[in-house]
């Protein structure tokens, strides 16, 4: 069983350390393994000097590219053009493994990152799974959208779209701008730039025994929306 207490997911596992380096001493007089005669044919204008810069520049790109991906997908929620919900009834809550969440999954205190049963265009779409005494509860919590102390809310922050990845004790934190949301009173605001809650999603638990949504996030996900 996997938990994700303290969450820190906000790294990414593609860090790159290609270094692309140039040979500058003198050249070998036997060449490198890779020489061929028609380098020295004068209708052949790149040298091994320019051949091995135009390597050090794709190899550049490429880190850049393999950076590039992790910082879209912490940023890119839905598939480009996508506009319908994100959840509706009855769609299980699954884990990054794509394992669906059994009541007993979490314990009190506890956090799960978690996503709708992979559908088309929102597969990943992050939701933030918390799990406390049901009495702990309160303030701006919809009570009726909570179940077994589970409460469900978007992790995509309403500031600048940043994934909410951070807790500090039991309060949410934003590592980009430092939004602080309380999950025992619906996300709401308690520091930071954020102008209004993560929106909360209504769950309930099937009658096989996993979580299901009952209906999509009570807000807009994400930046706007006010």
């Given at each position: 069983?996997?938990?994700?207490?303290?969450?820190?997911?906000?790294?990414s596992d593609a860090d790159?350390?290609?270094?692309?380096?140039?040979?500058?001493?003198?050249?070998?007089?036997?060449?490198?393994?890779?020489?061929?005669?028609?380098?020295?044919?004068?209708?052949?204008?790149?040298?091994?000097?320019?051949?091995?810069?135009?390597?050090?520049?794709?190899?550049?790109?490429?880190?850049?590219?393999?950076l590039a991906a992790p910082?879209?997908?912490?940023?890119?929620?839905?598939?480009?053009?996508?506009?319908?919900?994100?959840?509706?009834?009855?769609?299980?809550?699954?884990?990054?493994?794509?394992?669906?969440?059994?009541?007993?999954?979490?314990?009190?205190?506890?956090?799960?990152?978690?996503?709708?049963?992979?559908?088309?265009?929102?597969?990943?779409?992050?939701?933030?799974?918390?799990?406390?005494?049901?009495?702990?509860?309160?303030?701006?919590?919809?009570?009726?959208?909570?179940?077994?102390?589970?409460?469900?809310?978007?992790?995509?922050?309403?500031?600048?779209?940043?994934?909410?990845?951070?807790?500090?004790?039991?309060?949410?934190?934003?590592?980009?701008?430092?939004?602080?949301?309380?999950?025992?009173?619906?996300?709401?605001?308690?520091?930071?730039?954020?102008?209004?809650?993560?929106?909360?999603?209504?769950?309930?638990?099937?009658?096989?025994?996993?979580?299901?949504?009952?209906?999509?996030?009570?807000?807009?996900?994400?930046?706007?929306?006010?």
């Amino acid at each position: 069983m996997t938990r994700e207490y303290p969450l820190g997911d906000g790294g990414s596992d593609a860090d790159c350390e290609t270094c692309p380096c140039e040979d500058d001493g003198d050249a070998r007089d036997d060449g490198p393994s890779i020489y061929r005669k028609f380098w020295g044919d004068a209708r052949a204008e790149m040298r091994r000097r320019d051949y091995a810069k135009a390597l050090a520049t794709v190899g550049g790109l490429t880190a850049l590219g393999s950076l590039a991906a992790p910082v879209a997908s912490l940023t890119q929620v839905f598939e480009r053009g996508y506009s319908g919900p994100v959840y509706t009834d009855g769609v299980p809550l699954v884990d990054e493994a794509g394992q669906r969440i059994t009541e007993g999954r979490l314990g009190e205190g506890e956090q799960l990152t978690v996503f709708p049963e992979p559908r088309p265009g929102i597969d990943r779409a992050p939701t933030l799974l918390v799990r406390f005494p049901e009495d702990a509860f309160g303030g701006d919590t919809s009570m009726e959208y909570t179940v077994a102390g589970y409460a469900a809310y978007s992790k995509v922050c309403t500031h600048a779209g940043c994934m909410v990845s951070d807790r500090d004790d039991q309060t949410l934190v934003c590592p980009c701008h430092s939004g602080r949301f309380d999950p025992l009173s619906g996300a709401a605001v308690t520091g930071g730039p954020p102008g209004r809650a993560l929106p909360q999603l209504p769950i309930t638990l099937s009658s096989e025994g996993h979580l299901v949504a009952t209906g999509d996030f009570e807000g807009p996900v994400g930046p706007g929306g006010e």
